[in-house]
């Protein structure tokens, strides 16, 4: 059966041999249209575009597949599904149709268009042979005859095709005799084999190294990036590199540049055979699911294959600031190329490990990175720049893991030596005292990091000017550490101006302009400011699902501000499904003990509270409570934060001599960390006057509010929630006090 949709109709495949298969394809068509890198993100793109488009659901197969979990719910848009399982005609009672059944007539046409035959008699007296079902040769499978009619038309052999094909097919059961492939199996693969050996060599190779690859969605300038490489890189690459040199010198022009005639030439040559597509609208390749299975499985020398494709890849990947989104879009290939660490070459290790913490899988990052900082301290030595580079790169994605105490060595190592080696005020210098000042505030030690901070930004201001991207990340750091200490009102204008500038410079889909308008927003809502803080909460959250996925940390980060802001907003219902989310992802991705999985837990539990569920939320808080005093110590804001949450629980269950001790402890390490008049010190103070209250010691509780009160008007204003609510608990002390003296 041909449809005939217009050239404007998208058409996309969709692999559904598998639930596995069919996530993969969905997640890369939300990444081919810039919509996530999700397969629910592929799903919402279809129901957003309302321009028609066409799903192929190829090799549905499976009769446990729940195919209808898959569908666009929406009432827009084409579906068609290719299957041996007779029960899915039920998805279209009116127009399935029996495709395995292609009558002779019909598959003889077929072949004779696909094949630029003539429909002269002597034509089709031989193409009715060759799909002759008696014959069981092709079994009038449309996929097969379309492939085999490919063949024909680039050798012009209709007569002698099949004795080729049967010769072929007597070959490969010599090959596989193991391999249980049913009689559909064996045709396609039989049609792909006798064009494949029919290939160049150098059009082999492509397409068995594209099989390494996802199949859909390839980026073309993976080989123009990787010819670039050994062009500018001549006599530097190792022994095991010498097969992807060969191979790319293919690409490489008369006058000794990347020639993309060469390579466009060669992909005309695959395509000839309906074995790869190309898309010209994005610069990729795409092969069938069917026929990415059949070459990935057949490759002659797989170990040899690979580590060559794995060194193309990492010649290519290009770890400039701009290319950011073509690193994030290369994570679905390197998955699959990449099953461990032994399959990327050293030279490689660092490009990887810098692809794969940008795409949020840090544990991938963190194995690279401490092989690489291994071999260049055996290379170069322990003060080398690179090896201080290395050492810095590491540390970092420790921060990422929550490993702060390991990442605070390495960096207070890194600083001292390139204070050292290149000087207090040069640029890498200054980034390792911003490293440092980062890791700080992590470990709670934000009066520590303030100092480190202007420092940085006084001098970067000096060196880059006041709107170098470099000047504007140590303004957000700087302040970052003002709304740690609680100095909001400081951190404000210098949140609006980063993100006024950042926009202008990189844009409002950039990383850096989100991070920014995040942490403006956050600010808001310490403020009171909720409103405020929601749309753009809004935003971040939509930006980040498209550009990143659902599953990157920075997306869990946004989803977890915004359900933080309607929890202020007393919109609990809006935050649970949120923070429930949130907290499942987090466990999967970042494992039980993250600090970011303790925070979803700390939130949900924070929920619970606010909806009355007290016996809900203690397991969840006495959980994340053991894990931080673990983790980061007694002392940490956030350990304290978890203190403070379990002893308002027990209040509200009435355990008043539970909560009492809890804190005053929390008082008194929060007046001692962050001083007297920090938010997070007057709220401690606050809630041990409720729990004081509800003891009946309303003149010690009267004391106690009536300083923070004071301390919240001068800190928040006196409009602010927090400052009305102290206000309110205030008056009903004292009214409880005069009832007392009548």
């Not at 490919?150 to 097919?169: E, G, M, P, S, T």
């Not at 390792?432 to 001098?459: D, F």
């Not at 301390?711 to 009214?735: E, F, I, M, N, W």
């Amino acid at each position: 059966m041909v449809a005939n949709f217009s050239s404007l109709t998208k058409r996309f495949f969709v692999n559904a041999s598998s639930p596995e298969a069919l996530k993969t394809s969905f997640m890369n068509l939300g990444i081919s249209q810039r919509f996530g890198k999700t397969s629910e993100a592929g799903l919402e793109w279809l129901i957003s575009e309302n321009k028609e488009w066409t799903l192929l659901f190829d090799n549905a197969d499976d009769p446990k597949l729940k195919l209808s979990s898959f569908f666009p719910q929406c009432t827009h848009g084409n579906i068609i599904i290719t299957s041996r399982n007779p029960q899915l005609a039920a998805y279209g009672p009116a127009s399935h149709s029996h495709v395995g059944d292609l009558d002779e007539e019909n598959a003889a046409l077929l072949l004779l268009a696909r094949a630029v035959k003539e429909h002269t008699d002597q034509n089709h007296k031989l193409a009715m042979g060759i799909v002759q079902v008696d014959a069981q040769e092709l079994s009038c499978l449309p996929l097969a005859i379309v492939q085999a009619g490919a063949y024909i038309a680039k050798f012009k052999c209709l007569i002698n095709y099949l004795c080729i094909y049967r010769q072929n097919k007597e070959e490969l059961l010599q090959q596989h005799p193991d391999q249980a492939h049913d009689n559909y199996d064996w045709t396609i693969y039989t049609t792909w084999q006798i064009s494949f050996q029919k290939l160049s060599p150098v059009a082999a190779y492509l397409l068995q190294l594209c099989a390494l690859l996802h199949h859909s969605n390839i980026p073309q300038s993976i080989f123009a990036n990787a010819t670039q490489w050994i062009l500018n890189n001549e006599g530097n690459d190792t022994e095991s590199m010498r097969e992807a040199r060969k191979f790319l010198q293919n690409f490489v022009s008369r006058s000794g540049s990347w020639s993309k005639q060469y390579f466009r030439n060669i992909v005309a040559e695959i395509e000839e055979y309906s074995l790869i597509q190309s898309q010209e609208a994005s610069d990729t390749l795409d092969m069938h699911p069917l026929v990415h299975l059949w070459c990935s499985s057949t490759l002659p020398d797989e170990v040899t294959t690979r580590a060559c494709m794995a060194n193309v890849v990492g010649m290519s990947i290009d770890v400039g600031p701009d290319a950011y989104l073509e690193r994030i879009r290369m994570i679905a290939h390197v998955n699959m190329l990449v099953p461990d660490f032994t399959v990327v070459n050293s030279q490689f290790w660092s490009q990887y490990a810098w692809m794969y913490y940008e795409g949020g899988k840090f544990e991938h990052a963190k194995g690279l990175y401490e092989l690489n900082l291994q071999r260049q301290r055996e290379v170069l030595g322990k003060h080398h720049p690179a090896t201080l580079s290395a050492m810095a790169s590491l540390a970092a994605t420790y921060r990422q893991l929550g490993r702060y105490q390991e990442a605070e060595v390495l960096e207070l190592s890194v600083l001292e030596q390139r204070q050292k080696l290149l000087g207090e005020d040069h640029p890498d210098t200054l980034s390792s005292m911003a490293n440092l000042a980062a890791t700080y505030g992590q470990l709670g030690r934000y009066r520590e990091a303030e100092p480190l901070k202007i420092s940085v930004l006084t001098e970067r201001q000096k060196l880059r000017g006041e709107d170098h991207p470099d000047t504007l990340s140590a303004m957000a750091n700087l302040a970052a550490t003002y709304w740690q200490l609680g100095r909001y009102r400081e951190a404000k204008p210098l949140e609006i101006s980063v993100l006024t500038e950042r926009q202008k410079l990189l844009g409002e889909d950039h990383p850096d302009t989100l991070s920014s308008m995040a942490n403006l927003a956050a600010t808001y809502r310490q403020l009171g400011r909720y409103q405020e803080a929601e749309p753009l909460e809004l935003s971040v959250l939509k930006r980040r699902q498209k550009l990143l996925g659902e599953d990157h940390p920075d997306t869990l980060r946004a989803m977890a501000n915004l359900a933080a802001t309607y929890w202020q907003l007393g919109r609990y219902r809006e935050a649970e499904p949120l923070q429930l989310s949130v907290l499942e992802r987090c466990q999967k991705l970042l494992g039980e003990v993250h600090p970011d999985t303790l925070s979803a837990m700390a939130n949900l539990a924070a929920t619970y509270w606010q909806l009355g569920w007290y016996q809900e939320a203690e397991p969840l808080e006495l959980s994340v409570l053991k894990r931080r005093q673990k983790l980061l110590g007694e002392d940490h804001p956030d350990t304290l934060s978890s203190m403070a949450n379990l002893a308002a629980t027990y209040r509200q269950l009435g355990r008043y001599q539970e909560a009492e001790p809890l804190e005053l402890s929390v008082l008194k390490q929060r007046q001692k960390l962050l001083g007297e008049d920090h938010p997070d010190t007057l709220r401690a103070m606050a809630n041990l006057g409720l729990t004081l209250y509800s003891t009946g010691r309303h003149q010690e509780v009267e004391n106690l509010q009536l300083k923070v009160v004071a301390k919240y008007r001068d800190v928040l204003g006196p409009d602010h929630p927090l400052t009305l609510q102290a206000t309110k608990d205030l008056k009903a002390t004292q009214d409880a006090l005069a009832k007392a003296k009548v």
